[in-house]
């Protein structure tokens, strides 16, 4: 039996955790607190579901909306509004809306936990390294800029980032590809471009020695990738007939998310004529990615 006397052990890396993410939540709000967007449309898109609505009934902004008649739909994929929609329930959207700083805030942390625990679990075990990782990404990328301005746009992407690290953590942990599916499904209804990492989920999915064994049993192999890839396709099947019920109930099309038909300011106007879902934006996102800090 421990004696009372004897010091408790203590987890360093734990502590080091809280303390950081105590801080960068604090930074982040000092930061935004003053901020407004202007385009709470989650909040308000969440009391519209909870409502039995799929559109809002005023418009938010001139632009990033569609209006059709007296409704006023989002064109951004709605599982941000699912996800804010406890908060909507319990305080009500004008509420919540004033809240978003801290809502924001709370999003990217909850980013920063997630990063810290794959950071771990990729073999990083100094708790200095992983710390130096956390303020790359909380504080050398977009994630600063996007958790200070708010609004809909960025509150879609600090959802999509928690989605991302919870499917990477999946990936590099137990890879159940049903709940990689699930995550796929709930990172695309988030930012419809997270579709493209799909194949990927799939890989990491496979069992750590069915890779090798493609070239010397080919039919087991792919037998056992079948299986995992229906599995998958099972996850993300909810996720993709919600999104083609619910475009074809706002436009009469399941294929028309709204973001070919937003009122746009003339720049992005001129930006989508090249694709909505194009290559063409490539070496302008990568510019504003590594370059505009």
Do not use: C, K, N, Q
């Given at each position: 039996m421990t004696s009372?006397?004897?010091?408790?052990?203590?987890?360093?890396?734990?502590?080091?955790?809280?303390?950081?993410?105590?801080?960068?939540?604090?930074?982040?709000?000092?930061?935004?607190?003053?901020?407004?967007?202007?385009?709470?449309d989650f909040f308000y898109l969440a009391d519209a579901f909870l409502h039995g609505r799929t559109w809002l009934e005023t418009a938010l902004g001139p632009y990033d909306a569609v209006v059709v008649g007296q409704r006023v739909y989002v064109p951004f994929a709605p599982f941000p509004a699912f996800f804010l929609a406890p908060l909507v329930a319990l305080v009500g959207p004008d509420v919540a809306t004033s809240w978003q700083p801290i809502v924001n805030a709370g999003l990217a942390t909850a980013g920063l936990a997630l990063l810290w625990r794959l950071a771990g679990r990729?073999?990083?075990?100094?708790?200095?390294?992983?710390?130096?990782?956390?303020?790359?990404?909380?504080?050398?990328?977009?994630?600063?800029?996007?958790?200070?301005?708010?609004?809909?746009w960025h509150t879609g992407q600090l959802v999509a980032?928690?989605?991302?690290?919870?499917?990477?953590?999946?990936?590099?942990?137990?890879?159940?590809?049903?709940?990689?599916?699930?995550?796929?499904?709930?990172?695309?209804?988030?930012?419809?471009?997270?579709?493209?990492?799909?194949?990927?989920?799939?890989?990491r999915s496979l069992p750590e020695g069915i890779r090798a064994r493609f070239p010397t049993d080919l039919g087991a192999a792919v037998r056992v990738s079948l299986g995992r890839a229906a599995w998958l396709a099972l996850g993300f099947a909810p996720a993709l007939a919600f999104a083609l019920w619910y475009d074809a109930v706002r436009f009469d099309n399941p294929l028309e998310s709204g973001y070919g038909i937003a009122a746009l300011p003339p720049f992005l106007e001129a930006r989508r004529e090249l694709g909505v879902f194009s290559i063409a934006h490539l070496g302008m996102n990568l510019d504003y990615l590594f370059w505009h800090v």
């Open positions: 009372p006397a004897t010091p408790r052990h203590v987890d360093h890396h734990s502590l080091a955790a809280t303390g950081f993410l105590a801080a960068a939540f604090a930074l982040y709000l000092a930061t935004s607190v003053r901020f407004d967007a202007g385009r709470p990729l073999g990083v075990a100094s708790a200095t390294d992983r710390a130096w990782l956390l303020l790359l990404f909380g504080f050398s990328t977009a994630t600063w800029s996007v958790t200070m301005r708010g609004g809909v980032s928690i989605l991302t690290f919870a499917g990477l953590l999946e990936a590099f942990g137990r890879r159940r590809a049903p709940v990689m599916g699930i995550l796929a499904g709930a990172g695309f209804l988030t930012r419809a471009t997270l579709i493209a990492a799909l194949p990927y989920w799939g890989w």
